[in-house]
């Protein structure tokens, strides 16, 4: 039987919560479609910094990179907010996974489904007949990573430094990736950039110009940020694909999240180049974060890691049968009237982390 290798790294807050369900999901999906996962649990984020003292151990670096898939929770919260900042779980745990994998191209799929209009706080009428962007975020550059970073005084007076950099060459290989996510979709691509004010975003928009004519079937346009954030609420269904550079798709696509319902319903993808025997290496994890209003609740919406899971499927080990299948199981429950308080709204029935995925486990 296939037996692909997994390294599961739940981390914080609601991270646990909601990959036990991710698990459970899995778990039937190994049965159904006749292959083995070995998982390996590891630790990352503040509960490394609790139990081995830093966020990042170089036992868990290891069990990655032995691994086919990266399946991720999410990492951080106020317990460890007072640590120095490098040390902290976001800067110290995810973004370093990010980069020693490099993967650079981050896919965070926002569909809303057709009975989920009423969770989205935008309109019915603007995203009736469906929502279903594709955000290409570039992940291993920009301000994220620049340096010179860091803090120092002058006159006596604090001073912080961020470096905003691109070289043309990773500007290029994330447009790839977003023309062809393209030319499988509805063949529109808008790329964003701040190109009025910021060098970036002039080298950005030539850059994606230049790759354009390698796409004649894509239809491409540019927005500046500022106005994206505007279309994407104004206009929702004017979207296919987004592409943007690292920070402007990490605030987008929680803007995206939202026009879709929730947050607590957008997967995501990270890969690199890094080839697996059946697919490309990825980390894969819910586009949200630890939720310290809700963690410890159960109430948690396991959605974004479950579907986070089936890109998984399809993205590292090419079992697409299975991905397609949990996709649908998700859908058929949504159908079926279950909600997590996210996505509450009257004449639903409201459930709890756990009874959502047992009821997706159970679609399946
Ligand atoms: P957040 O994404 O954790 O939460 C924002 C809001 O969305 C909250 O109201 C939360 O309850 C809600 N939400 C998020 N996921 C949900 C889910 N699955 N079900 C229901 N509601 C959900 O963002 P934040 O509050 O700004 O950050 C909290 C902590 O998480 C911070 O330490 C932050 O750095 C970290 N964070 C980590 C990741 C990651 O590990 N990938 C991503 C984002 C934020
Ligand atoms: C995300 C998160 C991370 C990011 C943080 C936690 C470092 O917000 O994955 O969207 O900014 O990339
Ligand atoms: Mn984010």
């Known amino acids: ?21 991710a698990r459970r999901v899995l778990a039937v999906a190994e049965k159904k479609f006749g292959f083995q996962l070995a998982l390996t649990e590891a630790r990352v984020g503040g509960i490394a910094i609790d139990v081995d003292g830093k966020a990042l151990p170089e036992e868990t670096v290891r069990i990655c990179g032995e691994s086919d898939a990266i399946l991720f929770g999410s ?79 002058e006159n006596g007076e604090p001073v912080a430094v961020d470096t905003m950099i691109y070289k ?32 970036n975003g002039v080298l950005w928009r030539a850059t994606v110009n230049e790759i354009a004519k390698q796409y004649p079937d894509v239809t491409l346009n540019h927005l500046y940020v500022d106005n994206a954030a505007m279309q994407l609420v104004k206009n929702p269904r004017g979207f296919d694909v987004v592409l943007a550079e690292n920070l402007f798709g990490d605030i987008l696509s929680d803007e995206m999240a939202m026009v879709a319902g929730s947050l607590g319903m ?49 993205y590292s080990l090419s079992e697409h049968v299975a991905a397609d299948a949990i996709d649908a199981a998700v859908r058929r429950v949504i159908d079926d009237g279950l909600r997590t308080g996210d996505i509450w709204s009257e004449g639903t029935r409201r459930v709890g982390t756990t009874e959502m995925g047992e009821a997706i486990a159970a679609a399946l």
């Not at 706080?121 to 970073?149: A, H, W």
């Not at 060459?169 to 964003?192: D, M, N, P, Y």
């Not at 479950?306 to 399809?314: E, V």
Request: aromatic letters at 6%.
């Open 75 to 153: 990492v951080g919260g106020p317990k460890w907010e007072s640590l120095p900042p490098n040390e902290q779980p976001e800067r110290a745990a995810l973004l370093p996974l990010r980069k020693h994998f490099a993967l650079f191209a981050n896919l965070r799929p926002a569909v809303c489904f057709p009975k989920l209009t009423h969770a989205s706080p935008v309109k019915e009428s603007l995203i009736e007949g469906g929502f279903d962007v594709l955000c290409v975020r570039e992940l291993t550059g920009g301000l994220y990573f620049g340096q010179p970073k860091g803090r120092h005084e």
């Open 266 to 314: 957008l997967p995501s993808a990270s890969l690199g180049l890094k080839e697996t025997p059946t697919g490309r290496f990825g980390l894969f994890e819910p586009s949200g974060g630890t939720a310290p209003d809700i963690a410890g609740k159960g109430i948690a919406n396991p959605i974004a890691q479950i579907l986070s899971a089936a890109m998984m499927l399809r």
């Open 1 to 21: 039987m296939k037996t692909f290798k997994i390294a599961v790294l739940p981390g914080d807050g609601i991270g646990p919560e909601v990959m036990a369900e």
């Open 168 to 199: 043309k060459s990773e500007i290029e290989r994330i447009a790839h990736v977003a023309f062809k996510a393209a030319q499988g979709r509805k063949k529109k691509l808008t790329s964003i950039d701040k190109a009025n004010v910021l060098e």
